[in-house]
Every structure is written in structure tokens, then in C-alpha cells.
């Protein structure tokens, strides 16, 4: 049985594509790729125990590069689900100091791997020579002092050593994840330190959440590139509010009953009568 790395990134990609990463949605749309990528690896796993590798060249493609493509995703859209589920405030030098601590552990985590682990180095460096090792069912060499969690693997479906790539490229995505989110928070906070005097926001929140929602499908904000999230930190900042629900004020407003837009309503109603008075 040879499974095609290209359908496999197709099928993911695909999923990728309705994503934004961004916004009050993020903790939703992580949580669905979670499941999305679990159902998947559950699916193969049931394909490989029923048909296996008819060549070991197709066991070790899957084990180095298939399996792990899957699972390091995996784990990467999980950890994005926690650890956006607990962070303390959407925005600002708090949210961004609990970013970079998780940086630092990532790198710490990098520093003991590059010391201490042989096969680190050999996946990193490219090599293949050991792979009929590294990534062939039953090949465990139980001398070596495995981690704890090597006798729980289903051996039928693990190597043992794919589930160390699989955390080697969660890593890198994750790692790459946080440093957006620093970024953009320190963006945002250079892009509103004009703002010396306060300016409080009188409406209520729901009316803001429908304000940003409507500048974003109208893409009124860099043609609609800039996530919800990223629009919504900005009009926190601006009008000194919080809103860590927008996306539940936003779905909210969809099961309004009468008009779902009252508040967009009124500023039409509004710059009516001003330019009526004029």
C-alpha cells in the first residue's frame, strides 16, 4: 500500500484554506482542525492495519514524512487551543508577555533537544542511513532509555521515533504562531501610542462588534486582510474597551429577531438627520 503525501496536503490544505487564524474565531477553528486531523489519522491508521506496506520504502515515507505531517499539525492546532483558552486578556503587555514565555519555553525546549539528542540531529541534518531504524515498525531498541510514553504506542501504527518528528514539526509551526502573535501585538500598540488623551467608546459593546464585523466584510480594513482579532485589539486600544466575546456578540446578532443590524441602522438614521440639519 503506498499512500501520496500530495493527497494527504491537498486534503489538509483544503481544510487550511477556510481558516483565518486570526480574530475571535481562532480558539473555534483550532479546535475544528483538531478533530478535522484526528479523524484523519484515524482513517489511515485503519488503512495501514488493514492493508499494510507492500515496500519498505512506503512504510518509511509514511513514518518520516506522512504520519508526521498529520500529527505535528495535530499537536500544533491542540496547543493553539489551549493556549488561547487561557490566555489572560486579549491584548496588550499582558497577553504579549504570556506569548514570549511560551517562546521560551519552546527555545529551551530547542536548546535540550540540539544537546542532548543523537536523532535530533539526524532529522535536522537531512540524513537517511538510519531510517530502516528510525522509521520501520518493531525496530525499538529498548536499551536506549526511551521517554515513558514509548510504552503506550500502538506499535502497528508508530515507530516510535515518527511521533519525535511530529513534535519536532509542531514546534516549528508553533514556534512561528507565537512570534506572529508578539508581533502583532506589538504593532497594534505602536500604531495607537499616538493616542495620548483617552477616548472611551459610549455605545454599547455589541454595537462596536457590529461595527468592526461590518468593516471587515466590507473589507474596508487593508482590503480585508487584517483579521477580526487584529481589528478588534485595535478598537480596544482605541476606545479603552474590552471584548473578549465579539465572536459570541457577532453570532448574537445573527439570531436577532427584526433587524440584525440596529446599530449600523442608527448611524444611518443618524448621518441622515445631520446632513438634513446642515
Known amino acids: 500500500m503506498k499512500i501520496a503525501l500530495s493527497n494527504i496536503c491537498s486534503l489538509i490544505s483544503a481544510e487550511q484554506d477556510r481558516l483565518t487564524l486570526s480574530g475571535a474565531s481562532l480558539i473555534e477553528e483550532s479546535s475544528s482542525m483538531t478533530i478535522f486531523l484526528k479523524d484523519l489519522l484515524l482513517k489511515l491508521k485503519v488503512q495501514i492495519l488493514k492493508d499494510s506496506f507492500t515496500m519498505r520504502e512506503d512504510e518509511i515515507?509514511?513514518?518520516?514524512?506522512?504520519?508526521?505531517?498529520?500529527?505535528?499539525?495535530l499537536m500544533f492546532y491542540n496547543k493553539i487551543f489551549k493556549i488561547e483558552t487561557g490566555c489572560p486578556f486579549?491584548?496588550?503587555?499582558?497577553?504579549?508577555?504570556y506569548y514570549l514565555q511560551l517562546i521560551n519555553v519552546l527555545e529551551e525546549e530547542f536548546r535540550r533537544s540540539t544537546t542532548s539528542s543523537d536523532f535530533y540531529r539526524y532529522y535536522r541534518s537531512g540524513r537517511t542511513d538510519r531510517d530502516n531504524l528510525y522509521f520501520v515498525r518493531?525496530?525499538?531498541?529498548?536499551?536506549?532509555?526511551?521517554?515513558?510514553?514509548?510504552?503506550e504506542l500502538d506499535y502497528n501504527f508508530s515507530t516510535y521515533y515518527d511521533y519525535k518528528v511530529s513534535k519536532i514539526v509542531g514546534n516549528d509551526l508553533l514556534y512561528s504562531y507565537l512570534a506572529a502573535r508578539t508581533s502583532i501585538l506589538v504593532e497594534t500598540q505602536r500604531s495607537l501610542d499616538f493616542l495620548e488623551e483617552p477616548i472611551t467608546w459610549t455605545e454599547s459593546k455589541n454595537a462596536l462588534a457590529e461595527l468592526i464585523y461590518s468593516l471587515h466584510a466590507a473589507s474596508s480594513v487593508n482590503n480585508g486582510q487584517l483579521g477580526i482579532r487584529r481589528l478588534t485589539?485595535?478598537?480596544e486600544k482605541m476606545f479603552n474597551v474590552s471584548l473578549p466575546e465579539v465572536h459570541h456578540s457577532f453570532h448574537r446578532m445573527k439570531a436577532r429577531s427584526g433587524s440584525r443590524t440596529r446599530f449600523l441602522e442608527k448611524l444611518k438614521r443618524s448621518i441622515e438627520e445631520y446632513m438634513n440639519e446642515e
Do not use: C, H, M, W
Open 61 to 73: 515515507q509514511f513514518f518520516r514524512v506522512i504520519k508526521p505531517y498529520i500529527l505535528g499539525r
Open 90 to 97: 486579549a491584548g496588550g503587555e499582558i497577553a504579549r508577555t
Open 138 to 151: 518493531g525496530n525499538i531498541d529498548y536499551n536506549d532509555g526511551l521517554n515513558s510514553f514509548a510504552f
Open 233 to 235: 485589539l485595535i478598537f
